[in-house]
């Protein structure tokens, strides 16, 4: 099955570069560019991408509002394009807020080739993003603004999930596969999709990125807690 993806990013350059990277790749098409948030909306609707790879700073529309307007209308239809975030970093501080729209991950502008199509692959599948490395840069970045364990009780609903579920939850916000989950904890990969499959469940969340957001605000992991 060939993974369809559009290209969403205000430099030309930097699309030129990536459509020859995913294009060596068996797999992977790209079936159209964009420069801007409108764009990507329109040609989104038009084209039915797999993968929107969004950048975030753009003219006009940016990434964020795109990726809300994508997930927003693609949602009631049987064909539900993920986005994959593009960040330089330094630069972008809304990367939880593009999260919260709807993104499936994040990566850095710099990402080698072979862990950008692994990612494309990965959200293709329908699973998410959280590069552990860039997530403990992220959220140590907004450690101001998270809350801490000990600053409030964990939310009601946290109390839906067992412990184990629990232990889940904080590993995936690690940034953890299953594979490492499982191996962590000494049960089987198949386990781990069932205890994973609960959480995201009992919490209303759509994937593991939701769930990494969601377990540093209501302080089940702080910031610098990613070892």
Do not use: C, W
């Not at 539900?80 to 593009?86: D, E, I, Q, R, T």
């Not at 809304?94 to 990612?119: H, M, N, T």
């Not at 962590?184 to 995201?200: D, Q, Y």
Request: hydrophobic residues 45%; without cysteine; aromatic residues 2%.
């Amino acid at each position: 099955m060939t993974i369809r993806v559009l290209l969403v990013d205000d430099q030309p350059l930097l699309r030129t570069g990536f459509r020859l990277i995913l294009e060596a790749e068996p797999d992977i098409t790209v079936v159209g560019q964009a420069g801007d948030g409108k764009d990507a909306q329109e040609q989104t609707r038009a084209l039915l991408p797999d993968v929107v790879l969004m950048d975030i700073r753009m003219p006009g529309v940016d990434g964020i509002e795109a990726t809300r307007r994508i997930v927003r209308e693609a949602a009631p239809s049987a064909h539900v394009p993920k986005v994959l975030v593009l960040t330089t970093f330094d630069l972008d501080e809304y990367i939880v807020e593009a999260l919260r729209s709807g993104a499936s991950g994040f990566l850095l502008k710099d990402v080698p080739p072979d862990e950008l199509v692994q990612a494309i692959r990965v959200v293709a599948a329908g699973d998410a993003i959280v590069a552990p490395s860039v997530t403990r840069r992220l959220l140590d970045r907004f450690a101001s603004r998270l809350p801490s364990a000990h600053e409030q009780p964990a939310p009601a609903r946290l109390d839906r999930l067992t412990e184990r579920e629990l232990e889940v939850l904080r590993l995936i916000a690690k940034g953890m596969s299953n594979a490492e989950i499982a191996a962590k904890l000494v049960v089987s990969e198949t386990t781990v999709k069932t205890h994973v499959g609960n959480v995201l469940t009992k919490l209303g969340l759509r994937d593991r990125v939701q769930a990494v957001v969601l377990a540093y605000e209501t302080g089940l992991i702080t910031p610098g807690a990613m070892s």
